[in-house]
């Protein structure tokens, strides 16, 4: 599968917490994009990050981007109960492939 | 901000029945996608669109059609339902999906009996 798959499945922290879950594709990449999924609605758009990117930020989000090691992470700092979610990440290979992953749970305790 | 809006929130059809998602996009996107969302498959493209009147298979289109007769809206048509077409569909829209990403709906929730 040419995928990205998150790492871990599943987190649970409390909040106050910083939250990063990581994200693994194989093919060349154009951009990887991460998304949110709140229970039982469609997905939003986070944040995307170019090949020739690092790191990007976006509010209390961070992406950090290692083409060598096909790797992607999404680090959510100081973590609410609001940002309880799925969250996605999402290859766009050189082919202009576009594939979502299978997703990381996220669970921000009160 | 783009709005997409999907007709349902659930359904629940009958096997054999047809049955027609909807997805109404305000943003003038000429890019439009049906995607449906399974446990543990993630999200797997059904069809997509370019332009008016054009469609394009995805990864898994059997089992369904779509109809792209104005801009902003594009449907998703099960000609006969089965109960293996049970999922949450999500339509999405985009300006550029490679650039930009897309904006997605809140999804149909649909449930073949």
């Known amino acids: 599968s040419q995928q990205g798959e998150e790492d871990p499945q599943a987190l649970s922290i409390q909040e106050g917490e910083n939250a990063t879950m990581n994200c693994s594709y194989k093919?060349?990449?154009?951009?990887l994009q991460w998304y949110r999924q709140n229970s039982g609605r469609g997905l939003v758009h986070l944040i995307l990050?170019?090949?020739?990117?690092r790191e990007k930020h976006s509010g209390r989000l961070r992406v950090t981007l290692d083409t060598s090691k096909k790797s992607s992470s999404l680090l959510i700092t100081a973590s609410r109960a609001a940002d309880t979610a799925s969250y996605f990440c999402?290859?766009?290979?050189?082919?202009?492939?576009?594939?979502f992953g299978t997703g990381t749970s996220l669970t921000v305790i009160p | 901000d783009v709005k997409v809006t999907q007709s349902s929130r659930y359904l629940v059809k009958r096997t054999g029945e047809k049955v027609f998602l909807e997805c109404v996009q305000d943003?003038?996107?000429?890019?439009m996608f049906w995607y449906r969302q399974d446990p543990g498959l993630g999200l797997r493209l059904i069809y997509f669109?370019?332009?008016?009147?054009?469609?394009e298979k995805g990864d898994i289109p059997e089992g369904y059609s779509v109809s792209r007769e104005k801009k902003e809206r594009f449907s998703l048509i099960l000609e006969s339902a089965s109960t293996n077409q049970t999922s949450m569909y999500l339509c999405?829209?985009?300006?550029?999906?490679?650039?930009?990403?897309?904006?997605f709906g809140s999804g149909t929730r649909l449930t073949v009996v």
């Open positions: 999405a829209s985009s300006l550029d999906r490679w650039v930009y990403g897309y904006t």
């Open positions: 093919t060349s990449i154009n951009n």
């Open positions: 990050i170019r090949s020739n990117e």
């Open positions: 999402a290859t766009v290979s050189t082919g202009n492939q576009f594939y």
């Open positions: 943003m003038d996107h000429e890019n």
């Open positions: 669109s370019y332009d008016v009147k054009m469609k």
